[in-house]
Each structure stands twice: as structure tokens, then as C-alpha cells.
């Protein structure tokens, strides 16, 4: 969120958490304008060239949000991401349309543009919360009920684009595409139980136990999934960028997990008082004064809380949001350089933000290495050919 100066007349650089969220959804964005341009007919040459106008805009807006942030030049940024946005949406809703009323002609299904408006409208709340300079809180509930959804999207998506003759592959897709439709459906009703009675609920917690599990065997399958198609030996219609694209989603999800179990965004109580009606169909909180007062919520944990009670290293995530992993040494360097900053910061914002730029060290990076030297410890391995069952998967 932007920050107001120290009255020294010096500007305080912008934090961490805010700037590498709307770095990934820039990227996103950018993502999804390509998708559309590539996947539009070609007798659609004014949608075509809109789509192309969509990807120009948001690639010079990643290429602003590159650059160092101040206080004053990181709000107009957020300004100008807010109005293409808006104009984004409506794109995107137009050809929602034309699809649903079969004039498009296009090869992306209608459900690939309700799934990109839902993306964007998401963006759009984080972008509101930013602007309002308001801490991040999220109701969990809301939040895996809209990943887990996206999650399931991907897998359909990605099965739909196999070629026929990939049979032990397409079987697996299957597996996957089961496991997040009922996930999905698990945290509906959690969504539903919580909007009549709000209780502590461990089996809640179990379920993102779970989800997370599911979702880590999922990164390494889209892993692979990029890994064949750049080597020739996958044959598909799936291009490289679509499945490095919803790759960087899953990690982003992990992330975002692993940031609510470790208190590094609030969390707001899932609340029967308000039924949800004051909250975004996400789990992000656009109002924080609607939000519920029922118990004390979580704020962020200390220095201290994370070395010893919750140390990062039980994290289990591969966080290299920006470019493809092979690169991903090279973007820890670039991103600790930015998030470095924090040590400009006052003693209490150092605290807050120190999980965020632990996981996008060199150190974070270390530790992904290690972890996939060690992946055979795993429940599932993606070798030369499909996952072969090697044990218990630790969560």
C-alpha cells in the first residue's frame, strides 16, 4: 500500500507485499491479452488488434512496476493499472458474449473467458485494497473456494488441449481434473457452513491441508508439462507460454497459502454475522470495517514467531513468479535487489514483510533446489514418463 512520507521530507519506498502482487497479475494480464490475440479468428481483425493493444498497455505497466517505486509514482501506477483494467473487463465481457451466442468463432471456450474475467475482477479488489492504502485480510473460506475453482479451470483447460493419442497422460489429466472438481466442491459447502455458523472448525483447517498437498503434486505436473512441450516430447496444441502461465497461477496459490498459515496476511474470521455479503465473492476484503469482530484476528507474526514456532523452511513452495524456472536464480538476484528496500523501513514494517522477502531470496531459492534434489521423498515423481507412486507425501 502506498505510504505517507516521514514528514522529513524523505518518501518511504514502497513495501514488498503490494509491489510483488501487482508485478504477477501485471504479468498475468499481459498473459491473457496474448491468449486472446492468438486464439481470436482471423476474421476478427478489430478484436485481434484490440487484444494486441490490451498486451502493449499491460507490458509497459509491468515495465513501470520494474522500476524503483516511490510513493507518489507507485499510486500513479496504480491509477493507470486501475483504468486499463476497467477497460480490460469489458473487453474480456464482450467476448463472453459473443461466445456464449456462438458469434465468435474463436478456439477458446466460453469457459476460458468467464475464467480470465474472474482473474481480472480479483485484481481489480486487490487494486481497490492498495489504493484505500489498507492492510491486505482475506476470509479463508472465500479465498480457496476462488483458487481451488481456478485450479480445477487449469486442469480442464490443459486436459482439452492433449493431443488424443497422449493416453496415459490424458488418464492422469482426469485424476487431476477429479481431485480439484471435488475439492471445489468440498470448499463450497465450507463456504456455505461458514455463512450460517461461524465456529473454529479443524476439519476446515484439514481441507486446506489437503488442498495444499493436491495443489504441490499439481505445480510439479504443470512443471513437467512446460518441461516436455520446450523439449518436443509432449504432443499437444498446449502452447510453451499457457503452461508456464498457469504454473506461475499454482505457485501464486501456494504462496498465498503459505502467507495466510503463517500470518503474513490478515486473516479475517469466517463470520455468519454479515453472511459474506460484505465481502468480494474472493477472500480479499475491499471494506475492513465489514469485516466480522467475532475473536481477535490474525495480524502479522514477528521476526522471532518465524524462526522459532513457524520456521519458512516448513514452507513448501516454488515461488518464481516473473519468468520461467530456469531463470529463476537470475530474478531471486533482481527481486532481493527491490524487496532489499525494506531495510529503509521503519523496525515494525521490517517485521512485517520479512516472510515475503525470505521467500524471494537467494535463500528461498537455495532451499527450492534442495527440495527438488530431494523430491523422490515425494508422494509422486515426474520423470521420463508419467508419476509413479513413491511414498507418503509429507504436509
Not at 505517507?4 to 518511504?12: P, Y
Request: hydrophobic letters at 40%.
Amino acid at each position: 500500500m502506498p505510504r505517507r512520507s516521514s514528514g522529513t521530507g524523505n518518501v518511504q519506498p514502497v513495501p514488498p507485499l503490494d509491489l510483488e502482487e501487482v508485478k504477477f497479475w501485471l504479468h498475468i494480464m499481459e498473459d491473457h491479452a496474448l491468449f486472446i490475440k492468438t486464439g481470436l479468428p482471423f476474421d476478427k481483425p478489430d478484436l485481434i488488434e484490440e487484444a494486441s493493444s490490451f498486451e502493449r498497455e499491460f507490458k509497459a505497466l509491468r515495465g513501470r512496476a520494474e522500476k524503483p517505486q516511490i510513493e507518489k509514482k507507485f499510486a500513479e501506477l496504480i491509477t493507470d493499472t486501475m483504468a486499463s483494467l476497467k477497460e480490460f473487463i469489458k473487453y474480456k465481457t464482450l467476448l463472453l458474449g459473443l461466445s456464449l451466442t456462438n458469434k465468435l468463432g474463436s478456439a477458446l471456450p466460453p469457459l476460458f473467458f468467464d475464467h480470465i474475467i474472474r482473474e481480472a475482477e480479483y485484481f481489480m479488489a486487490l487494486l481497490e485494497k492498495i489504493r484505500a492504502g489498507k492492510k491486505l485480510a482475506v476470509v479463508k473460506a472465500l479465498e480457496a473456494d476462488f483458487w481451488l475453482r481456478i485450479m480445477a479451470e487449469h486442469t480442464k483447460f490443459i486436459g482439452s488441449r492433449l493431443d488424443p493419442s497422449e493416453i496415459s497422460l490424458i488418464d492422469v489429466v482426469r485424476g487431476y481434473q477429479a481431485e480439484f472438481d471435488d475439492l471445489t466442491m468440498q470448499g463450497w459447502n465450507y463456504v456455505s457452513f461458514f455463512e450460517h455458523k461461524s465456529i473454529d472448525l479443524p476439519a476446515f483447517n484439514r481441507f486446506l491441508q489437503d488442498s495444499r498437498a493436491a495443489t504441490v503434486r499439481l505445480r510439479d505436473f504443470e512443471q513437467a508439462t512446460y518441461d516436455m512441450i520446450i523439449t518436443n516430447r509432449l504432443l499437444s496444441a498446449i502452447p510453451a507460454v499457457l503452461a508456464d502461465h498457469v504454473r506461475r497461477e499454482t505457485d501464486h496459490f501456494l504462496l498465498v497459502l503459505a502467507m495466510m498459515e503463517k500470518g503474513v496476511i490478515k486473516i479475517e474470521k469466517d463470520c455468519a454475522d454479515v453472511k459474506y455479503k460484505n465481502h468480494t465473492k474472493f477472500g480479499i476484503l475491499v471494506d475492513e470495517e465489514a469485516a466480522c469482530n467475532i475473536g481477535e484476528s490474525t495480524e502479522f507474526v514477528e521476526r522471532d514467531q518465524v524462526s522459532e514456532e513457524n520456521p519458512i523452511d516448513d514452507i513448501e513452495l516454488d515461488y518464481t513468479p516473473e519468468t520461467d524456472r530456469e531463470h529463476s536464480e537470475t530474478d531471486a538476484d533482481s527481486s532481493e535487489g527491490k524487496v532489499g528496500r525494506a531495510d529503509d523501513l521503519s523496525s515494525e514494517t521490517k517485521a512485517k514483510y520479512q516472510i515475503k522477502t525470505e521467500i524471494l531470496s537467494d535463500k528461498g531459492v537455495a532451499e527450492q533446489t534442495k527440495t527438488e534434489k530431494n523430491s523422490k521423498k515425494g508422494k509422486y515423481k515426474w520423470g521420463e514418463n508419467w508419476p509413479r507412486q513413491l511414498g507418503k507425501l509429507k504436509i
